[in-house]
T-cell receptor, first 115, second 115 residues
């Protein structure tokens, strides 16, 4: 059973460009979470999604950031018009439905660098 | 809102010795989960150990054990027989006991194991 997959692992964007980060959850997992880790800091929750639904986006910046988890395909975190402050590691985690949904499995992360 | 505090930014320990990492948290919830995650230089987030708040018995996973003091809202991690491969950033995290919920992380403690 493959783990959580994220791509790309490294992404370089110039200021003003768009960044698209992809996350494929583990097989059988229906919950996806995105976290951001700024340099020298802990992970901060951004958004929690289930298939075709955003459940909790309380950690998402109000502008330029959006996330989706379509019926088919990976979850996408999209950052429009990137700025230098968006440079960070973005981690995706997934969990199964039901009683074991507390168990979150993390992907390897995408390191975004904005130049 | 829940908060997690790790008061030790950095710790060092000699190989084969024991070290304890501290974590306190603040919540009004009565039922929740607590976790310790390890982040080695590869930046992959690895679950070390989990504790359910309703369980009085402290969790143990091989060389890793916790001291969970619910009244004091304290959740420390003890690593016995430290190994060089334990060198990593360690994060304490809190989750409400709700199906599919976000993790709240502390700022982390860098642990260096010396030979």
């Amino acid at each position: 059973n493959a783990g959580v997959m994220q791509n790309p692992r490294h992404l370089v964007r110039r200021r003003g460009q768009e960044a698209r980060l992809r996350c494929s959850p583990m097989k059988g997992h229906s919950h996806v979470y995105w976290y951001r880790q700024l340099p020298e800091e802990g992970l901060k929750f951004m958004v929690y999604l289930q298939k075709e639904n955003i459940i909790d986006e309380s950690g998402m910046p109000k502008e330029r950031f959006s996330a989706e988890f379509p019926k088919e395909g990976p979850s996408i975190l999209r950052i429009q018009q990137v700025v230098r402050g968006d440079s960070a590691a973005y981690f995706c985690a997934s969990s199964p439905p039901g009683a074991e949904s507390y168990e979150q499995y993390f992907g390897p992360g995408t390191r975004l660098t904005v130049t | 809102a829940q908060t997690v505090t790790q008061s030790q930014p950095e710790m060092s320990v000699q190989e084969a010795e024991t070290v304890t990492l501290s974590c306190t948290y603040d919540t009004s919830e009565s039922n929740y989960y607590l976790f310790w995650y390890k982040q080695p230089p590869s930046r992959q987030m690895i679950l070390v150990i989990r504790q359910e708040a309703y369980k009085q018995q402290n969790a143990t996973e091989n060389r890793f054990s916790v001291n969970f003091q619910k009244a004091a809202k304290s959740f420390s991690l003890k690593i016995s027989d430290s190994q060089l491969g334990d060198t990593a950033m360690y994060f304490c995290a809190f989750m409400k006991h709700v199906q599919g919920n976000k993790l709240v992380f502390g700022a982390g403690t860098i642990l260096r194991v010396k030979s």
